[in-house]
């Protein structure tokens, strides 16, 4: 557990890239933070993009320019089953082709609304009832489901947005039991 | 121990050991210290002192790594402990792990527990209801277990006592099922929880009550609790992380304190106790017999009593491990009915549903209790196919919250923003009684070994025919309340959970009137060992309904009187 932690602290300070020499040069190096998957430099870049797009940038941040690509991964790597994180793998690798069938183009390379319109493609999946467990498409579903609550869950409950945008106070104040919902005029915050 | 000097007997000797630094025992030790009288306080955790040993107390979400979560491998290696709704990534430090303290399961029973200073007094509910003698009377009238042989009039005294120094916040309810006690201002039910009242009242008069819950939170007279270096309770419901402001009671930030205070506590932690001393000679107990919990070697502490207050079935545990020509089958074991009559509270099922009314409102803030509805079933006379009834919780809540359904800018913009609100979520679980039976017991194991070298104990505990037909009406009972009211999507569940994860464990050393039927007398000795008190759950004669915490520290109290006024 130690060494893993030590791993897990370099990879938070490095952004992940902590690297295992390989022996094979052809392949690229396996990022090591995450032991149960299987990450390389280009696949975590591409859950970045893909953060990017479900929460992009705008007046405040956006979930890539926060990095919530490491919070996704350090979550599927260590509170989703064997099942969930295969799943996940395959969605993840398999996304540059879905990307390319359903999108014309590699993610990278298409603009914020042709990224929408692919991870929207992605979320839209409906499986027939007869889905094999290794069909690509229930893979990218379930990876885009994994990948879209836990930006949503790395973003909202990151520190940024908890001390600069939202701040969190551990101190709700006293309950009050009969609010009229009228009476609340929350600031309104622009993305 | 034959190599024992003279001057190492006397450092340790005391006029009474407690063991156990939880909720009961803490409380025993704040009695005795109070008094003058020295007590060596044993605890087979580590130390946790109030605040300095609290490591997440005011972390914000995004500092857990896992927001909260814990992750699949502690989950694998814990299936036990993490059924409990408390072990998550805040709190999981106080928690037994399931490798820590293994035990025999004859039959499915999560055992949950909290080897530290303080015990589950950190981690607990802090939900504090009065019994009466509806409860007290309930084996006598209807015929199960034995008589109590104490009754309100014995107790309500105590009650008063630890509700003031603890501090309880409340309604006088003016119940006679509840009874009112030494009451700080209560947290206010909501509109829809205020709607139910009025709707329990217009269709069932004043035979069911939904009041709210009394909780061990502070809420006034501040200036009284500034002694104890507590303050007010802030509402964070970060309760289980330890309370940086003491505003619930723990042991850790109340009674502990108060005994080391008195200059007349020693607290020994990292000690397990292998057992109590009989001496045949002397006719009493004399001390306890402790496995150092990092070199494991055996050390022995005197006094002139011994309180055991280790949690319910540890104490069974070191009772049946404390034999003697003269008790052969553990301490006080003349009846053999040590580690029988093991009982717990039927958390099994629950109710949830929805009110489409009061949509202007919603609430703010915090609250540390909600709802509650004190036993109406069989309460006054026998009604049903079953014995007894059940207590339970109720609340109301609506809060706004984010579609989630678009991405890009739009989802974005909703995150910051929410500003949905849906129908009131309203819902409650059940805390049913359960009859103590002979064949509920606990017992050691004969071969297996705990990794201190004791045996394990093992647990032989179920449902029995009377729990089915308890939640079979709980669900018909509340189903029509919530019918009554208006209450829609009405979804009712029994989890099927087993035994132990209500954590109400109680019995092994009932009380009793007679010792051939019970281990304990009305002032909570062994009959056979009355220098040697009990005052946990495990002496619980029956379990009624309400959460019995409150009723383990007034009988605490009350015994350490007792214990002061005969061996002083």
Known sequence: ?191 | MANLNIDAVKERTFQAIVIGSGLSGSWAAKELTEHGVKTLVIERGRDVKHIKDYPTTSMLPYEFEHRGQLTQEIQKENPIVSRCYAFREDAAHFFVKDKEHPYVQEKPFDWIRGYQVGGKSLLWARQVQRWSDFDFEGPARDGFAVDWPIRYKDIAPWYSHVEKFAGVSGNKDGLASLPDGEFLPGFPLNVVEEYFQGKLKEHYGDERHMILARCAHITGNFDYYAQQGRAKCQSRNLCQRGCPFGGYFSANSSTIPWAEKTGNMTLRTDAVVHSIIYDEEKGKATGVMVIDAHTKEMEEYFADVIFVNAAALNTNLILLNSTSTRFPNGLGNDSGLLGKYVAFHNYRAGISAQYEGHLEYTTQGGRPTSGYFPRFRNLKKQETDFLRGYAAGFGANRGSYADQNAIGMELKENLLNPDQYGPWNVGSHMMGETIPKESNYVALDANAKDPFGMPQLKINVDYDDNDEKMIKDYLEQMTEMFEKAGFTNIKTRDDKRAPGLDIHEMGGVRMGKDPKTSLLNGNHQLHAVPNVYVTDGASMTSTSTQNPSLTYMAFAARAAHHAMKNFG
Do not use: H, W
């Open chain 1, 1 to 191: 557990m130690k060494r893993r932690d030590a791993l897990r602290s370099l990879a938070l300070i490095t952004g992940g890239l902590v690297l295992v020499p390989s022996c094979d040069f052809s392949k690229e190096d396996i990022l090591t933070a995450y032991q149960n998957l299987q990450i390389t430099p280009s696949l975590q870049q591409l859950l970045k993009d893909i953060a990017g797009t479900i929460i992009p940038v705008g007046n405040i941040k956006s979930a890539a320019d926060i990095e919530v690509q490491d919070f996704i991964l350090v979550m599927v790597n260590d509170c989703i089953d064997a099942d969930g994180q295969k799943s996940f793998m395959q969605g993840l690798q398999g996304f540059e082709d879905f990307s390319k069938k359903s999108g014309g183009s590699a993610f990278a390379k298409l603009d914020q609304s042709g990224k929408e319109a692919v991870v929207k493609a992605a979320l839209a999946i409906e499986l027939p009832e007869n889905t094999k467990p290794e069909d690509p498409q229930k893979a990218t579903k379930e990876f885009i489901g994994m990948a879209k609550r836990f930006t949503v869950q790395g973003f909202m409950m990151s520190e940024y947005i908890q001390t600069q945008v939202k701040p969190y106070s551990l101190i709700p104040g006293d309950y009050q039991g009969a609010v009229l919902i009228s009476d609340l005029k929350p600031e309104r915050i622009n993305g």
